[in-house]
């Protein structure tokens, strides 16, 4: 197995931390021989990720959270952090640059705690969603069993927010 230098995980920050070193040393590794395709695949989950972000850190902003779902959205968005920051030591290790955007979101009336769990819930399952219809785009199966574990994280906050909300998960059994 390649050995990966400790400059090229310099970037990973929380990520290495949040999902240890292997599970970081093996996407980044896979990210250096990544296609232009899968690339450009992994600039357009940093925006997503950097959109996951600014919605929590705006939700917090509106101090209309209680705060045992403060606590949670804050580890929600050092999850999304983590993601973004693997995501990054992978496009740089595939030799790419980084993306700086943010994906757009539709921002609705965020007046009460229901409508920003409610916008959250959106927001997770978007990015689920995205997830799963990149997975099988990925011509390295490598970057596709890492955005795979993207996937698991996404749908978990889409089911604790469904929960926090006392709703259904999803309206069936299939992420879609």
Known sequence: MERISRAALL???????LVGVDLMTRFVQAASV????????????????RAGIKAYQDAAATKLL???VLAVCGRFV??????RDALIAAVRAGGGVPSEGTAHLNY???????AILHFARGVE????ST??????EFSNR??????????GVETTHVALLAQALGETSYPSSFVS
């Open 11 to 17: 970037g990973a920050g929380s990520a290495i931390a």
């Open 34 to 49: 990544a296609d232009a395709d899968d690339i450009a695949a992994l600039n357009a989950a940093i925006e997503l990720e």
């Open 66 to 68: 209680s705060a045992p």
């Open 78 to 83: 050092a999850d999304h952090v983590a993601h």
């Open 108 to 114: 609705p009336t965020l007046d009460s705690q229901v």
């Open 125 to 128: 399952e978007k990015a689920a």
């Open 131 to 136: 997830y799963l219809s990149v997975v099988p």
């Open 142 to 151: 490598a970057l596709a069993q890492a955005a795979a574990s993207i996937l």
